[in-house]
């Protein structure tokens, strides 16, 4: 596809359900990122995988949040046991190569409302 | 560790007029800095950044920004609003390769 996209765009779960999240990069692109967007700030890191490698995962906020991205390119965002402070916006961004050089280039995002 | 900070959650100016959105960051190294705007249901996208050399920097739909090393600021101008320019503006810094810190985010809103 032209861009990265992400679905679902919208996710309502129930507090305690597991969720996923998926993202499509640019085909061909090497760095992978999750942000979390909580509603009026701006997106916080999360997790950055090169190819399949995830090279850091300082930003995810507990254990219960995990990234995958098994074959170097789709990457999926789980959440167990979800909880209203997870409601935010996810975002994927995908970068042809690392480093800053290089354009992040940002899905439209998952709208999470944790109930 | 760096941060950055948007003075001013939403700017409103009149069409044609100058648009000043500010930025300041805190770092202890050298920092990449970036501007990135946000239309309602869109993804971010980049509108200028910040590497090394030329410290004015400009970038797509006539927006530029500054770098000032003394004043740790980066704030992105346009001489003239246009209604298409009306999106959620972030400023953002970085001192690696992974870790991208973005600010709050200005709202503009552009009057006719």
């Known amino acids: 596809g032209a861009g990265v996209s992400q679905s679902p765009r919208y996710k309502v779960a129930k507090r305690g359900q597991d969720v996923a999240l998926r993202c499509d990069p640019i085909?061909?692109?090497?760095?992978l990122f999750w942000y979390q967007q909580a509603l009026g700030q701006g997106p916080e890191f999360l997790t950055y995988?090169?190819?399949?490698?995830?090279?850091?995962k300082s930003g995810l906020p507990s254990d219960r949040f995990f990234a995958e991205r098994p074959e170097g390119s789709v990457s999926t965002l789980k959440i167990q046991r979800t909880q209203q402070e997870d409601s935010a916006v996810y975002l994927c961004?995908?970068?042809?190569?690392?480093?800053?050089?290089?354009?992040?280039?940002f899905g439209p995002g998952t709208r999470l409302t944790v109930l | 560790a760096q941060s950055v900070t948007q003075l001013g959650s939403h700017v409103s100016v009149s069409e044609g007029a100058l648009v000043l959105l500010r930025c300041n960051y805190s770092?202890?190294?050298?920092?990449?800095l970036f501007w990135y705007v946000q239309y309602p249901n869109q993804g971010l996208q980049l509108l200028l950044k910040?590497?090394?050399?030329?410290?004015l920097v400009k970038g797509i739909n006539g927006f530029e920004a500054e770098f000032k090393k003394s004043e740790t600021s980066f704030h992105l101008t346009k001489p003239s609003a246009h209604m298409s320019d009306a999106a959620e503006y972030f400023c953002?810094?970085?001192?690696?390769?992974?870790?991208?810190?973005f600010g709050a985010g200005t709202r503009l809103t552009v009057k006719p």
């Open positions: 961004a995908s970068s042809l190569y690392r480093g800053l050089y290089n354009e992040q280039f």
């Open positions: 085909s061909g692109h090497v760095s």
């Open positions: 995988f090169q190819n399949e490698a995830q090279l850091d």
């Open positions: 770092s202890s190294v050298p920092p990449y």
């Open positions: 910040y590497t090394t050399g030329a410290t």
């Open positions: 953002a810094v970085s001192v690696n390769n992974n870790d991208m810190r």
